[in-house]
């Protein structure tokens, strides 16, 4: 019997929530604050499974999307010199996020995440810039969906001067 049928009258469980936050240095710090109920403004949402990567996200323009993680992929790239990763799913796909993680904080330069249309270079779209100086570990999640078509592909790139050794993901799934 499914669990909605079975477990539909039984009494409201309390669950613990613990919600982290990063610190100035970056690291994630446990949010011990209290939380009213009232008119709370909350931009975009993401709730995870903790023993999994499936997701779902509710985006700042109230769109639920539901990401099982079998139906990602991703690319990687590592190396201690300059950035020059292109991305090319070679089918239409949403861009899911981007990981990057440095072994010591990042030096000069800004990681740039540009989408290279298929149709030309009239219309490539630089969507993330980032300056490294203080970074070393990142995750960005789009605010907006990013779609790309079968024809086009992202570039990321970053000068690296410091050589330090990155570690690089982007996740997207199909659309």
């Not at 931009?43 to 990567?53: I, M, Q």
């Not at 993680?101 to 800004?110: T, Y």
């Not at 779609?147 to 993901?169: K, V």
């Amino acid at each position: 019997m499914p669990f909605w049928k079975k477990d539909c009258f039984r009494e409201p469980q309390r669950a613990a929530m613990h919600i982290y936050a990063p610190d100035e240095d970056g690291d994630w710090q446990e949010w011990t604050g209290a939380l009213s109920v009232g008119d709370i403004e909350i931009g975009a949402v993401e709730l995870k499974d903790h023993g999994s990567d499936n997701r779902a996200h509710i985006s700042t323009s109230h769109l639920l999307s539901v990401h099982d993680s079998a139906d990602m992929t991703s690319a990687v790239a590592t190396g201690s010199g300059a950035v020059a990763m292109e991305v090319n799913p070679g089918m239409a796909a949403r861009i899911e996020q981007v990981t990057i993680h440095l072994s010591a904080v990042g030096g000069a330069g800004n990681f740039t995440i540009t989408i290279d249309k298929g149709a030309g270079a009239a219309y490539d779209t630089d969507v993330l810039t980032l300056d490294m100086t203080a970074v070393q570990n990142f995750l960005w999640i789009p605010p907006r969906p990013i779609y790309l078509g079968a024809s086009d592909h992202l570039d990321l790139a970053w000068p690296n001067a410091n050589a330090r050794t990155y570690g690089i993901e982007v996740h997207w799934s199909a659309h």
